[in-house]
């Protein structure tokens, strides 16, 4: 979502393919979710579209993106001073984003009266309001930000900053772990950094991922046989979380789930992406563009699912078959999503306020 290769930097198809994708499978989890389609349904299932994949494998991918356009430039100080910029642009769009959908969300349910208490807004900070998805910006800044210095460091040593960034991911799975066999904590920071960060999106297990991400991105230049041979282990690693929901609940398939997910998603969505483009399928092209303007994409779809339940409603479609609805929604959505995309890239007039925006 962070659109990192801006800048000058040399756009790659397989990450832009990649974003899009992923913003396919975040709008079907939208578009579910608005209908309220239930969880024992063929479509909420992995049989379908695999659910809960877009926003941890986003961070990842923003990492890798940060990694890989930085290894790619002989002079990457301007663009390690515009990723510090683009930061501070995401944090914007997450506050303001978050405040826009909240109002929507809690006015379409009565609770309007709510945003006038100073409770509504301190509550953003308490965890006590519930945030909207805008708050898986939150680590994808952090992401950005830290990439220049934890760049440096991969750079340097890639083999020692490898083992140093597992075993800080290892250490905080531990304390994840611990956490939720603990039940409920009243820590503030412990939910904030391990548990639930802003909108459920806990805020170092998140960054850790995006920071292997983008070790994977420097190595993806640095010496890509060796970036290959670690992305089939990671695809692998992935079929061995699905095989553990087969197996009794222990410690050590915990920590493969929760350390090894994000990382084992990324490299499955990414094998996908560069499949889809040596497919040629005209539906690649479409795809690629929502991933290359992939976080106006991901405020704007949100507009439209709105807009267009709503329609669905006031024409009286809400009495069709669930299916029938979740299809027009999802496939309208994804039309709307990337009509605007393709306008914004044939004028110059359009795409400004956008750009400026940072979207």
Not at 320 to 329: G, K, S, W
Request: some cysteine; proline content about 4%; overall charge positive.
């Amino acid at each position: 979502m962070s659109g990192v290769t801006a800048g000058g930097a040399r756009r790659s198809t397989n990450i832009d393919l990649c974003r899009g994708l992923l913003f396919v499978l975040m709008t079907n989890t939208h578009a579910l979710a608005l209908l309220g389609v239930a969880g024992s349904h063929f479509l909420v299932s992995d049989w379908w579209l695999p659910g809960g994949w877009a926003t941890v494998v986003f961070v990842v991918l923003s990492g890798f993106s940060v990694g890989f356009v930085l290894s790619d430039r002989r002079d990457p100080l301007p663009l390690e001073r515009a990723l510090l910029r683009r930061s501070r642009q995401i944090l914007a769009v997450m506050l303001v984003s978050n405040t826009v959908f909240a109002l929507l969300r809690d006015a379409m349910a009565g609770k309007l009266a709510l945003v006038a208490t100073p409770g509504w807004w301190i509550g953003f900070l308490t965890l006590e309001t519930d945030w909207t998805i805008s708050g898986v910006l939150f680590p994808t800044a952090l992401v950005v930000a830290l990439g220049v210095p934890v760049y440096r460091m991969v750079q340097r040593s890639p083999w020692l900053a490898l083992p140093v960034l597992l075993a800080l991911q290892l250490a905080c799975t531990l304390v994840r772990v611990q956490l939720k066999a603990d039940g409920a904590t009243e820590s503030w920071w412990l939910r904030f950094l391990f548990l639930q960060g802003f909108g459920g999106f806990p805020v170092l297990p998140f960054v850790l991922n995006g920071l292997l991400g983008l070790w994977l991105g420097v190595m993806r230049n640095v010496n890509e046989l060796q970036w290959r041979r670690i992305i089939v282990l990671l695809l692998v690693l992935q079929l061995g979380v699905y095989l553990t929901s087969l197996f009794p609940a222990l410690m050590a398939t915990s920590l493969l789930v929760a350390g090894a997910g994000a990382i084992g998603k990324f490299a499955w969505m990414y094998l996908a992406a560069h499949l889809l483009k040596l497919s040629g399928l005209f539906l690649a092209r479409p795809i690629e563009l929502l991933g290359a303007f992939a976080l106006g994409s991901f405020v704007m779809h949100r507009f439209f699912l709105q807009a267009l339940n709503l329609a669905m409603s006031k024409l009286g479609i809400k009495s069709v078959a669930v299916e029938l609805r979740y299809a027009l929604l999802l496939g309208l959505t994804l039309l709307l999503t990337w009509g605007l995309c393709a306008l914004r890239k044939r004028y110059l007039w359009l795409d400004t306020p956008f750009r400026r925006l940072a979207l």
